[in-house]
């Protein structure tokens, strides 16, 4: 009994597995008709809703992605029955720009069957089916936990469906989101006649034909008048079928030749229009290539412009430069004339030391150097020996005027040759003002 039990349950696995392959293959077969026929009828007619080969091909994509797709279990352990709405939500909310969410919010459609077959339609017209299922494909782990073993979505022929529904992105589509084909009430149900066509072999057709001929032979004997009529009708309504069939093959071939014909010069068309963009471009890089040598032509002669002038204005500065050098050259006093001042100026800081100082104002450096000159002669031996009646030397202390502050801050140490250069560089300068003006002079005045 053992064996037997393992016996019938080795068949019945047998048996699923041979139907579960067989449910594969049917349906891939027929998608892969229903594709042609959808690719076939478009160059003659727009696709839309109410065209049978699109239902037809939307009942069988409905069928592939149901296939083997697991129910709904629910808090009380029942199973019920669920969409593939809920699969390709799920699987291809990581698609970049997917209609995924547009059809969550779609207010007219609720029933998860519904937005499903709004789905198919959304991805068709957007020509992305074969990416969505793709990336549906891709997600395995929410792939197995939506469909048993066994599924067209867990096997090899997905991807061939894939592959497949590739050929549908040359269809402009046009479809209405509220139709009664988004009507999730009722089945998907398949219609297998268009693909249907039986194929008799050569041997069978001998054999028929050999059935004709013994017939013929053995009713010819007894063949009257009555019986030659409707062979007659038969053999004219078979020839009257046989060029109904040839005119609307020549009918077909005629439409397909139009459309050729019409897609030829479609593209004769667009190919004049590209050779004439193609010159006009070329026409303007010519002219942006002779624009963009006289510019760099142009900024050439500007830069070597500017070097001379830059040159120009080196040279010149260098000339300002030793013009100025040589004109405060010859503005300084020879080394004797700065050491007799240097011994002047430390007379008077000697005066100034003793109690000697007379406060003096001088209106300008001239009437310093005459009071400077005047110490010196008085230091000489042989000026010393002077008249004793000689008047009192005067004063050149300007009267109403205010003392000014000594020069010593101003000048440093008189008695240096710096600030001996320095004084002559005020003078050179103007910065003492001459007598004329009403500005006072800076006087020296004990610290």
């Given at each position: 009994m053992a064996s037997l039990s393992l016996g019938l349950n080795l068949s019945r696995k047998k048996g699923a597995t041979r139907t579960g392959a067989v449910e594969r293959k049917n349906l891939i077969t027929v998608c892969r008709f229903s594709v042609k026929t959808l690719i076939d009828r478009s160059c003659f007619e727009t696709i839309d809703d109410s065209s049978p080969e699109f239902i037809n091909f939307v009942s069988i994509l409905e069928q592939i992605l149901s296939h083997r797709?697991?129910?709904?279990?629910?808090?009380?352990?029942?199973?019920?029955?669920?969409?593939?709405?809920?699969?390709?939500?799920?699987?291809?909310?990581?698609?970049?720009?997917?209609?995924?969410?547009?059809?969550?919010?779609?207010?007219?459609?609720?029933?998860?069957?519904?937005?499903?077959?709004?789905?198919?339609?959304?991805?068709?017209?957007?020509?992305?089916?074969?990416?969505?299922?793709?990336?549906?494909?891709?997600?395995?782990?929410?792939?197995?936990?939506?469909?048993?073993?066994?599924?067209i979505m867990l096997g090899e022929e997905a991807g061939l469906l894939a592959d497949m529904l590739i050929g549908l992105n040359a269809i402009d589509f046009s479809f209405c989101l509220k139709g009664e084909g988004l009507d999730g009430s009722c089945p998907a149900v398949i219609d297998y006649t268009p693909y249907l066509k039986f194929t008799q072999s050569s041997d069978s057709i001998s054999s028929d034909e050999e059935e004709m001929r013994t017939l013929g032979s053995s009713g010819s004997e007894s063949s009257t008048p009555e019986n030659i009529g409707p062979a007659l009708f038969l053999d004219q309504s078979s020839w009257f079928n046989k060029c109904k069939r040839v005119e609307q093959?020549?009918?077909?071939?005629?439409?397909?030749?139009?459309?050729?014909?019409?897609?030829?010069?479609?593209?004769?068309?667009?190919?004049?229009?590209?050779?004439?963009?193609?010159?006009?471009l070329l026409q303007r890089l010519s002219d942006t290539d002779v624009s963009?040598?006289?510019?760099?032509?142009?900024?050439?002669?500007?830069?070597?412009e500017l070097q001379d002038?830059?040159?120009?204005?080196?040279?010149?500065?260098?000339?300002?430069?030793?013009?100025?050098?040589?004109?405060?050259?010859?503005?300084?006093?020879?080394?004797?004339?700065l050491d007799t001042s240097a011994v002047a100026l430390d007379t008077l800081l000697y005066r100034k030391r003793t109690g000697q100082w007379e406060e003096k104002s001088f209106n300008s450096l001239d009437q310093l150097s005459a009071d400077i000159s005047l110490s010196q002669m008085s230091l000489d031996p042989a000026q010393s020996q002077e008249p004793e009646g000689k008047p009192e030397r005067p004063r050149w202390r300007s009267e109403g005027k205010e003392d000014t502050p000594s020069l010593r801050g101003l000048c440093g140490s008189l008695t240096s040759v710096a600030s001996y250069k320095s004084l002559a560089s005020l003078k050179s300068s103007e910065c003492l003002v001459s007598p004329t003006t009403e500005m006072t002079s800076p006087g020296l005045t004990p610290s």
């Open positions: 797709l697991k129910g709904q279990v629910n808090w009380f352990g029942y199973e019920s029955p669920r969409s593939f709405w809920d699969y390709i939500r799920m699987a291809c909310s990581k698609v970049p720009h997917s209609c995924i969410s547009s059809i969550e919010n779609m207010e007219n459609v609720r029933m998860s069957r519904a937005k499903g077959r709004a789905w198919i339609r959304v991805a068709l017209m957007e020509k992305r089916l074969s990416e969505y299922i793709s990336a549906a494909q891709r997600d395995f782990k929410t792939t197995r936990r939506f469909y048993e073993d066994g599924a093959k020549y009918r077909m071939v005629l439409e397909q030749k139009g459309y050729l014909e019409e897609l030829v010069r479609l593209r004769e068309a667009q190919l004049a229009e590209s050779v004439s963009q193609n010159k006009v963009h040598k006289l510019e760099k032509e142009q900024l050439e002669y500007i830069v070597l002038q830059l040159t120009v204005l080196k040279n010149h500065d260098l000339r300002s430069r030793q013009e100025l050098t040589t004109h405060l050259t010859n503005q300084w006093p020879s080394p004797g004339a």
